[in-house]
């Protein structure tokens, strides 16, 4: 009667793992979790993102507010929004391995423009008298990252598993500012158009190993969510640029530093330093899966997070104060959608 019974729970145990069945088919025991058993497969997927990017510290050379009738414009802490993409390409081999290669890519520009009626501590030259105050300043942020991971499942039960994937991440994040202020000078013989401007670039470029776990729930045969996070340490070069010119002519403007206005005119400033720093990324969403007599067809929509720790140069501008340079973190954020498509191979 004991070994009826014994016999009878290892049936039972073995029918209920080999009915459990997921993008990549059957599971295997392997331990306390189970494993995909032994098949080949591809998938190729892409995704449209819809991110803003974010800084600790303006990315532009301005800080300080701007203001007209009824309008204030603070500009260089969070650009608008704007469209990226990510590819990413997968090979399915033994039980569960697999090697992904995904990369995404985010840039946006936004500018900003005001006629100036008040201006508080302006880094540029300025005229309160003068005639058709302008200031403008044009932001563009991108950021692009490439992994190369091996990635192995664990399920846990039917509907739960849970994704380990480690390999090696190529990041590259820039910030290119410019910030310009025009105007008519009545104060020279002849009148005529003043154009001063800040230019400023900074980039970082690093490589380093990536570490992550996937954390995957079916709701039902077709509807799962899913929690996704992910470290690097990388190693790279901070580099950061600012340069001022103007065609003002007057001695107010031209030849002072610290007295009037942080660089002198027709001048540059610049920074490169090694740097090696942390990177966060998450991602929440969720997965619709239909499968199909040659493969799978997943739809996922969710939310995506990244972040940088002291990456990009950034620089504090203000009249009468000597030009300050420092690092500043960097991370986007936003909406993702898109699609997966899995091929068997046998």
């Known amino acids: 009667m004991y070994h009826f019974k014994k016999i009878f729970f290892i049936a039972m145990l073995l029918k209920t ?21 032994e098949k080949r497969a591809w998938d190729i997927s892409g995704r449209a993102l819809y991110l803003q990017s974010t800084t600790m510290q303006p990315m532009s050379p301005l800080s300080q507010t701007f203001s007209e009738t009824n309008k204030t414009i603070t500009w260089g802490t969070n650009p608008d ?15 569960g391995n697999e090697v992904n290669l995904n990369w995404y890519h985010y840039r946006r520009s936004t500018s900003n423009f005001v006629n ?5 501590n302006l880094v540029i030259p300025f005229q309160s008298d003068a005639f058709n105050n302008k200031v403008i300043s044009f932001i563009k942020p991108q950021w692009d990252q490439a992994n190369l991971e091996f990635a192995q499942p664990l399920y846990f039960a039917q509907n739960r598993f849970l994704r380990l994937h480690g390999g090696l991440n190529y990041s590259r994040v820039s910030a290119n500012t410019t910030l310009s202020n025009s105007y008519v000078d009545f104060e020279t013989a002849e ?5 001063s401007s800040y230019n400023s670039s900074t980039v970082f470029n690093g490589f380093g190993p990536r570490v992550g776990a996937d954390l995957n729930y079916q709701l039902d045969n ?20 600012i340069g001022y010119n103007t065609t003002a002519l007057s ?25 090696v720093i942390p990177e966060l990324d998450a991602k929440l969403g969720v997965k619709y899966n239909y499968e ?14 990244a972040h940088y720790v002291n990456v990009i140069g950034s620089y504090g501008l203000s009249k009468n104060t000597p030009i300050t340079s420092s690092l500043t973190s960097f991370g ?8 997966k498509w899995l091929g068997n191979l046998g």
């Open 17 to 37: 793992i080999s009915g459990f069945a997921g993008v990549m088919g059957g599971v295997c025991n392997a331990s306390d979790v189970l494993v995909p058993t």
């Open 332 to 339: 986007v954020q936003g909406l993702y959608a898109g699609m």
């Open 81 to 95: 929004w704007g469209w990226g993409f990510q590819f990413e390409a997968a090979y399915h081999f033994s039980r």
């Open 222 to 241: 077709h509807i799962g969510v899913y929690a996704t996070g992910a470290i690097s340490l990388l190693a790279g070069t901070s580099k950061a640029f």
């Open 116 to 120: 100036v009626t008040n201006v508080n």
């Open 251 to 275: 001695e107010e403007y031209l030849g002072q530093t610290t007295s009037a206005y942080p660089l002198a005119a027709n001048t540059a400033f610049g920074f490169s330093t090694p740097n």
């Open 292 to 305: 199909t007599t040659y493969g799978g067809l997943s739809l996922d929509l969710g939310w995506l997070w």
């Open 191 to 195: 009148e005529r158009n003043i154009v």
